[in-house]
């Protein structure tokens, strides 16, 4: 193990990082909204069935409806009695010879128990004559209450909506949904030498791109955040994080926290009352990243180097997020495709391709850029694997935590 430095011995761990910002979970209380608007939201009550699911006993294949009873006494063919669609009331049958030619979705007649696909009959001048000798009582027939039985919990509170979700909410009638409210937040990005995109840099500025790729981040969780850039001035500096502490719940800050001279972000916090919980993480990327509170207010400031900010938002404030939403963790692992050598103390966030064996393995193919300032790298990746600090030789084959960045849900 390689020897930890006087100065990185004044970082927190990764883990102690986690910890904290963890204990500072929020609840932001709950809001109604359309089901329609509600896809990647976080539900804030149990979604019940509000009546048998199916409701009725319903047909599963096109075919004939018949009683399994003249099966058993080895008739053939049956009369067509009528044509049953979906959504029509049921016609029953008046002799065991007769059947109801019906459709898939149909509510089954009372007096049949069993469907037989038409693959499996011929139909002729209105009679049904049997092309199969096995036939099972009840096939075909999706059974009333089979799925959920009325006042069962369909959706479980807590659920993230997807679309599956959408068309369970929608069957039971469920318009309008108590969804977990969502912070709100800012994604602050600072320095002279950053302009907006619309505009041509000149050969010492570099485009804003670090505050539209974590908004991006955050639209893919229903979070739509404001947008600020602030210049190297120490007043406006200060004066605008003031305004945005009494503004929102959540301040993302990128760039400003290390150790330049025009790095004023730290010492505005400071001057601001803003509770420092840590500063600095033993990390690569993203060691001089730091984390606040004031009042009720959180304080995630990143560092500017585009790797560092995206890699903070994937590692603490997310997982922070899903907390705070009481979204029960689904940790994913890969194993390492080749071998990677590390050598400072510090736990590395490795820009990983995520691909599947013909095993079925999760395999991470490590991405090879320029350092944390390599923001082209991050278009290839697919996740960070989070490589132990206590190590500077990692072997290929071995397993190891991976923090998706292409996720599109939670």
Request: proline share 5%; aromatic share 10%.
């Amino acid at each position: 193990m390689s020897d930890i430095t006087s100065v990185e011995k004044k970082f927190i761990s990764v883990q102690k990082a986690e910890e904290i910002i963890v204990s500072q979970r929020r609840d932001f209380g709950t809001e109604t909204i359309c089901f329609r608007e509600a896809i990647g939201r976080v539900l804030a009550q149990s979604i019940l069935a509000d009546r048998d699911l199916p409701p009725f006993d319903r047909v599963a294949m096109d075919g004939i409806a018949v009683s399994y009873e003249a099966i058993e006494k080895g008739i053939k063919s049956f009369r067509i009695k009528a044509t049953q669609a979906a959504g029509e009331i049921p016609v029953e049958i008046l002799a065991v010879d007769h059947c109801i030619e019906i459709m898939t979705g149909a509510a089954l007649p009372s007096t049949t128990d069993t469907v037989i696909r038409y693959e499996d009959i011929e139909i002729e001048n209105g009679e049904a004559f049997l092309r199969i000798e096995a036939i099972k009582k009840g096939q075909n027939i999706h059974w009333k209450a089979s799925d959920k039985k009325e006042g069962e919990v369909l959706v479980d509170a807590n659920s993230v909506i997807t679309p599956s979700i959408v068309n369970a909410v929608a069957s039971v009638g469920a318009k309008d949904l108590m969804v977990k409210k969502l912070p709100k937040v800012i994604v602050v990005s600072t320095g002279d030498e950053i302009i907006d995109i619309d505009k041509n840099p000149l050969a010492y500025q570099i485009r804003n791109s670090n505050a539209y790729s974590l908004e991006a981040v955050l639209k893919q969780y229903s979070i739509q955040p404001s947008l600020l850039h602030l210049p190297d001035d120490e007043k406006t500096v200060r004066e605008k994080i003031w305004q945005c502490l009494n503004d929102f719940d959540v301040l993302i800050l990128s760039g400003g926290v290390s150790m330049g001279k025009f790095d004023y972000i730290p010492k505005a916090l400071d001057e601001l009352q803003v509770k420092k919980l840590f500063y600095k993480v033993q990390q690569r990327p993203g060691k001089p990243f730091w984390f606040g509170k004031f009042e009720n207010k959180l304080i995630f400031a990143f560092p500017g180097n585009p790797v560092s900010a995206f890699l903070c938002l994937h590692r603490y404030f997310l997982p922070w997020l899903k907390n705070s939403l009481s979204i029960p963790p689904k940790n994913l692992y890969a194993i390492l495709e080749e071998d990677v050598q590390f050598k400072p103390s510090l736990t590395y966030f490795l820009q990983v391709k995520l691909v599947t064996n013909g095993e079925g393995q999760l395999l991470a193919q490590p991405i090879k850029g320029n350092g944390s300032g390599d923001f082209s790298s991050l278009a290839e990746a697919d996740a960070f694997l989070e490589l132990p600090s206590d190590r500077d030789n990692f072997r290929g084959g071995e397993v190891y935590k991976a923090w998706s960045i292409t996720k599109t849900y939670f």
